[in-house]
């Protein structure tokens, strides 16, 4: 039970500037590490030591968030913490307060007032990462199997999610045209062309193949996945295990094994590794018995492409060097591209 001293207000609001200048030395830290490496976020800052990754929710609202409050924060490193040790149970620790002393001192962890909360993480090796693997051309094709294994047990042990099949069909047309809407604005100089031709053939299928998105519903394949299943979420340590699920909304989580699975397919093929979404497929096809159709997989890799392609060009709203402008516009371009790619009749 926390004191009524933990739980009164500062005497003064500590501002998101001072909470980052405390986190970023490392002082700060009871490991005492040489050196703290930032890594900022839309949604958090990460706070590297050697050992420990520290993140801390901005105090942002947008149209899928609220992190306005600090209750908001505390519920949602809550929620990160259980969600994440369902497929990294040893990477994610504890959830830490940040506190101010009767001095008006900061302090990570220990008594006084809580100004924030941060979720305490194992630091990962870097080289443990597909991403890094990919990139290296160290990538084994039992690796591969290793991880999708466990994917697809997590899968097949998750319980079915109730969902109206024509409710399902709908989130996709709702998504499909804020993706084009998105990608339209003028600002980004998105192909227009392009993005309406995309958008248009994913519209098209929904409704054409809507049997396929209907008996995925039906055979109650629907269920509570990662969300964000992307090459820098997967780790080859001693055990796979997949981090940095998508904590803040439910129902982007909850998917069609079969479309997270596109997504990582479709991340690796844009990382020059097509390959290994292929042999994903093929490792829960043989656990899991479920073999969905190749224009269904077509679709949710044109559809996820659309996303990344529309999330990267929100960067250039934030980043106005232009290095990074033409960094993240030439990103941009490629997930469309991409995107198209799916979408063209399959050869």
Not at 26 to 51: D, G, N
Not at 55 to 68: A, C, N
Not at 99 to 112: F, I, P, Q
Request: hydrophobic share 40%; net charge negative.
């Amino acid at each position: 039970m926390e004191s009524v001293e933990r739980l009164r207000r500062p005497e003064r609001a500590i501002t998101l500037r001072e909470k980052v200048s405390y986190l970023s030395r490392p002082e700060s830290y009871p490991e005492k590490p040489a050196a703290v490496e930032v890594v900022q976020t839309h949604m958090s800052c990460v706070f590297l030591t050697e050992h420990h990754a520290w993140k801390l929710k901005k105090p942002v609202r947008y149209d899928f968030l609220d992190f306005s409050t600090l209750e908001a924060r505390r519920a949602d490193c809550e929620e990160e913490l259980r969600l994440n040790r369902r497929l990294a149970r040893d990477v994610y620790l504890e959830v830490v307060p940040l506190s101010v002393t009767r001095e008006g001192a900061l302090r990570l962890g220990g008594d006084g007032v809580v100004v924030e909360w941060l979720v305490k993480m194992r630091r990962i090796p870097a080289h443990w990462m597909l991403d890094d693997a990919i990139r290296r051309g160290s990538v084994a094709r039992q690796d591969v199997r290793r991880f999708a294994l466990v994917l697809a047990a997590f899968y097949h042990h998750a319980e079915p999610v109730a969902l109206d099949a024509a409710q399902y069909r709908r989130r996709f047309e709702r998504d499909i045209c804020a993706n084009q809407d998105g990608l339209s604005a003028p600002e980004l100089s998105m192909p227009l062309d392009l993005v309406r031709s995309v958008t248009a053939h994913q519209l098209a299928v929904l409704e054409r193949e809507a049997p396929l998105f209907d008996a995925r519903v039906t055979e109650r394949r629907i269920v509570e996945c990662h969300g964000d299943l992307r090459p820098e979420h997967i780790g080859f340590g001693p055990d796979p295990l997949f981090i940095d699920c998508l904590e803040f909304n439910r129902e982007w989580r909850l998917l069609d094994p079969a479309d997270e699975l596109a997504n990582l397919a479709m991340e690796c093929e844009h990382s020059g590794a097509g390959w290994i979404g292929e042999v994903a497929f093929e490792t829960y096809r043989e656990a899991t018995g479920d073999d969905p159709l190749p224009a269904l997989v077509r679709f949710y890799k044109s559809y996820r492409a659309t996303v990344r392609a529309k999330l990267s060009a929100w960067h250039l709203k934030d980043h106005p060097d232009p290095a990074d402008q033409g960094k993240w516009m030439a990103r941009a371009q490629r997930y469309l591209e991409l995107a198209d790619r799916y979408a063209a009749p399959a050869r």
